[in-house]
């Protein structure tokens, strides 16, 4: 018995060494490497072709990446970046590249558009580059204002104030002294939601006025031009949408007495 035990042993340790030596299966990764490129579409010029320009640098380090892909049918986020990477190594697979300069926030500024944009679904192979071109337009809105040369025949002081209805401390303020004679020096960018504009202004009998003007949502891409006039003792404001490249003109004569 002690000899039977003693021999199935060995037959054991045979096989046992047997696998040990057996080479596994290496469970290797096909990768490839996506490019990424991003474009800047300004499409929010008066009557004027498209302009797509490729931002310097300096401007991609504030754009913040987002890769996407299916996964069961599912998309899911493959990774997300908050500074700009030009390439990255991914199995293969189908992928789109989300990129936005700025991330959303509903406080209004001067001067700092919202890029955003997506690529087509880019197939990545193994040991091989694609590229991932991502055109990126104005995805908040634009507000310009323009005061008439001789408004200030009728105020010693005017401005217009853009607040938001939700938060009235969150403004942008456009007045004499920011803001040139008939062309616009500043533009004030908000998101879509509801917008509150006010004219405050000092007569010249030191009376201050103060009227509501408008009260209005801008749509993402949209330009809304307040060209501001003054004739005699009253002002007049007339407003004109612009949505990429087509104007949408939307004229409303408002009475500014400054008596009144």
Same mark, same amino acid.
């Given at each position: 018995?002690?000899?039977?035990?003693?021999?199935?042993?060995?037959? =054991?340790? @045979?096989?046992?060494?047997?696998?040990? /030596?057996?080479?596994?299966?290496?469970?290797?990764?096909?990768?490839?490497?996506?490019?990424?490129?991003?474009?800047?579409?300004?499409?929010?010029?008066?009557?004027?072709?498209?302009?797509?320009?490729?931002?310097?640098? /300096?401007?991609?380090?504030?754009?913040?990446?987002?890769?996407?892909?299916?996964?069961?049918?599912?998309?899911?986020?493959?990774?997300?970046?908050?500074?700009?990477?030009?390439?990255?190594?991914?199995?293969? =697979?189908?992928?789109?590249?989300?990129?936005?300069?700025?991330?959303?926030?509903?406080?209004?500024?001067?001067?700092?558009?919202?890029?955003?944009?997506?690529?087509?679904?880019?197939?990545?192979?193994?040991?091989?580059?694609?590229?991932?071109?991502?055109?990126?337009? @104005?995805?908040?809105?634009?507000?310009?204002?323009?005061?008439?040369?001789?408004?200030?025949?009728?105020?010693?002081?005017?401005?217009?104030?853009?607040?938001?209805?939700?938060?009235? /401390?969150?403004?942008?303020?456009?007045?004499?002294?920011?803001?040139?004679?008939?062309?616009?020096?500043?533009?004030?960018?908000?998101?879509?939601?509801?917008?509150?504009?006010?004219?405050?202004?000092?007569?010249?009998?030191?009376?201050?006025?103060?009227?509501?003007?408008?009260?209005?949502?801008?749509?993402?891409?949209?330009?809304?031009?307040?060209?501001?006039?003054?004739?005699?003792?009253? =002002?007049?404001?007339?407003? /004109?949408?612009? @949505?990429?490249?087509?104007?949408?003109?939307?004229?409303?004569?408002?009475?500014?007495?400054?008596?009144?």
């Amino acid at each position: 018995m002690k000899n039977r035990l003693t021999y199935l042993l060995a037959i =054991g340790g @045979i096989l046992m060494a047997s696998c040990d /030596e057996t080479e596994q299966p290496v469970n290797e990764t096909k990768q490839g490497t996506i490019s990424i490129q991003v474009e800047k579409e300004n499409s929010m010029v008066v009557l004027e072709t498209k302009i797509v320009t490729k931002p310097t640098k /300096e401007d991609l380090t504030n754009f913040k990446i987002k890769i996407d892909t299916y996964k069961s049918d599912v998309l899911t986020t493959e990774g997300d970046w908050e500074n700009y990477i030009s390439s990255k190594d991914l199995d293969e =697979g189908e992928y789109k590249v989300n990129a936005t300069s700025t991330m959303i926030s509903k406080t209004p500024v001067f001067n700092a558009p919202r890029y955003q944009g997506a690529s087509d679904f880019v197939n990545i192979v193994d040991g091989k580059l694609s590229t991932a071109t991502i055109a990126c337009t @104005i995805a908040n809105s634009r507000i310009s204002v323009a005061f008439d040369e001789n408004f200030g025949d009728a105020f010693k002081t005017y401005s217009i104030e853009i607040l938001r209805k939700e938060n009235a /401390e969150e403004k942008l303020i456009f007045n004499s002294e920011n803001t040139n004679h008939t062309t616009e020096s500043l533009y004030g960018y908000f998101e879509s939601e509801e917008l509150i504009v006010n004219f405050i202004g000092i007569n010249n009998a030191d009376e201050q006025v103060t009227k509501t003007l408008k009260t209005f949502t801008p749509n993402a891409k949209e330009w809304h031009k307040f060209n501001i006039s003054a004739v005699a003792t009253s =002002g007049k404001i007339d407003f /004109e949408i612009s @949505i990429d490249d087509t104007i949408t003109e939307i004229s409303e004569d408002i009475e500014i007495d400054p008596f009144e």
